[in-house]
């Protein structure tokens, strides 16, 4: 075990740590719900209570296996923390990290570290830690543009989840010389563990949702109950949601209803119907329309939450229709609107997020996939409707915008330009009629914006745009040799349709195409 004390000797100090670990939970776990500040703290407490020295020596035998995975965890938790860490924070400057390249470098450099301890830990006997481990190292993979390594280190996770069975309902016996609060600290516990395992079936989940409510600040001592509408609003809100919407692709699977030529096309329909009503169902504060906003001050989150949601309600409708698309009409609308919307959503997220969040991953895929989508759908199938093929004008455009603001730091905005600005060339060389968007840019993303909070992002265009030249792209000078014929959109619109369809290697492997062999 010299190697676990060799690395763990490489954790920063504990005031660098700890202001680390606090703005992991103040400025990004919101968005991604892996681990509960008081668990992690909890550990956190115990671990450092523990002398280094029993590592030294070998002396293990009272460390428990959380407390051995602990610090792989504390080093993705680092890791992530840095890639949000604002520019002057203390701990910033004493790791002398002052720019975003440098802090990208040691956020890989934490990374690395923590996944090197649960090599040295082993994954014989793994235990709640473990898994946190691999759920915040695929993040961090994400965050980094490397989603094939993540979805290969989320499987790993899933499956140490099901050896502990963690997507199980569990009966938790109280014994009668238990004491209370070390049952109700149980129960809360694995309540809020784990809550949407995807790489297992649907039906093999027996696990009950945890309640729609904030852990309480000492779950030993507090019965959780549901909330009423006078209480604060529930973080977890948008979590449950994204549960219930991956509990709907499961179906969506097992109907077969992702694939093109499904014999009954009324699933696709019924599907979709059931989104909705999972969207109209939500509380009235985290409605994406006709919210309730009197707490928006309040929890500065929540805005962001909004916009959280209807991505992930837009681009699960998006997906659901993208395979019909070709064959049936109605879908191939109503994939062009939850087009749309996603991209909707993803302006106001961006415009409510910092600068340092412009590497998340959610903010780059479901941009990409929209916009590339509906460059190619309009290509396909030019709508007749004037009003729709401005809205995608626009759309596209800020995307765009967006995405080249960005593809300093997420290489997938970067392949993802180049697609763009050649579906782009290829719509100014097809004689059609076409928009001409009013001029407008995109800011860098600012700290909540009180104009966002009451949804009113945006700018406002004329209710009957005038019919004109097509929008002006600013296009790099970098394909030469290139001609608009060799997008072959056909081809591209036929991927899209595809039930296994994968938006980031696709985009990677066509952005580094050129010349005659782009297609």
Not at 326 to 346: G, M, P, Y
Not at 449 to 458: H, K, L, Q, R
């Amino acid at each position: 075990m010299r190697n676990l004390s060799d690395l763990c000797a490489t954790i920063p100090s504990q005031a660098i740590t700890q202001e680390l670990v606090e703005l992991y939970f103040s400025e990004a776990n919101w968005y991604f719900a892996i681990l509960e500040k008081h668990y992690f703290e909890k550990l956190y407490s115990s671990w450092c209570a523990i002398s280094y020295h029993s590592t030294e020596n070998g002396h293990l035998e009272g460390w428990s296996r959380d407390l051995l995975y602990f610090p792989a965890l504390l080093f993705q938790v680092l890791a992530v923390a840095l890639q949000f860490a604002p520019p002057g924070m203390p701990c910033v400057q004493a790791l002398g990290v002052d720019n975003f390249t440098q802090r990208d470098r040691l956020s890989s450099d934490f990374s690395s570290r923590g996944m090197d301890i649960a090599s040295v830990v082993g994954r014989h006997d793994p235990a709640i830690t473990a898994i946190q481990n691999d759920l915040m190292r695929a993040l961090w993979l994400k965050n980094s543009s490397r989603g094939r390594e993540a979805w290969q280190v989320l499987g790993g996770a899933i499956r140490i989840a099901q050896d502990l069975g963690l997507h199980k309902q569990a009966k938790v016996i109280q014994k009668p010389q238990s004491p209370l609060e070390e049952t109700l600290d149980l129960l809360c516990h694995m309540a809020f563990t784990l809550g949407r395992p995807r790489a297992i079936n649907n039906s093999d989940c027996t696990i009950m949702p945890p309640l729609d409510r904030d852990i309480p600040a000492d779950p030993a001592t507090t019965i959780p109950t549901a909330s009423f509408l006078h209480e604060p609003p529930s973080s977890f809100t948008p979590h449950l949601f994204q549960y219930a919407i991956c509990q709907q692709a499961h179906e969506v699977m097992s109907l077969g209803a992702h694939r093109s030529h499904i014999e009954d096309y009324s699933w696709v329909k019924t599907m979709h119907d059931r989104i909705l009503s999972l969207l109209n169902n939500l509380p009235p504060v985290h409605r994406p329309v006709n919210p309730d906003t009197s707490w928006d001050s309040t929890y500065v989150h929540i805005p962001k939450q909004r916009q959280q949601i209807a991505t992930a309600a837009h681009s699960f409708l998006m997906a659901l229709h993208r395979p019909h698309s070709k064959t049936h009409a109605a879908s191939r609308d109503a994939a062009i609107e939850a087009a749309l919307s996603v991209l909707d959503a993803q302006e106001r997220l961006f415009d409510l997020m910092a600068t340092r969040y412009s590497n998340i991953y959610a903010l780059s895929v479901y941009t990409v996939e929209a916009s590339i989508f509906l460059s190619v759908a309009v290509l396909e199938f030019p709508p007749s409707d004037l009003a729709i093929l401005y809205r995608i004008d626009r759309a596209v455009e800020k995307a765009r915008l967006r995405l080249e603001s960005v593809k300093e730091r997420v290489s997938l905005a970067s392949s993802a330009l180049q697609i763009l600005n050649r579906c782009y060339l290829k719509t100014n060389a097809v004689s059609q009629p076409q928009f001409h968007a009013p001029d407008f840019t995109v800011h860098q993303p600012s700290q909540l914006v009180e104009s966002a909070a009451s949804g009113e992002i945006g700018i406002e265009y004329a209710s009957e745009p005038a019919l004109s030249t097509p929008a002006h792209f600013h296009v790099p000078s970098t394909m030469p040799d290139f001609e608009p014929s060799q997008v072959e959109t056909a081809v591209m619109f036929d991927d899209f349709t595809v039930s296994n369809f994968d938006i980031e290697s696709w985009v990677q492997q066509m952005g580094q195409m050129n010349g005659p062999g782009w297609v």
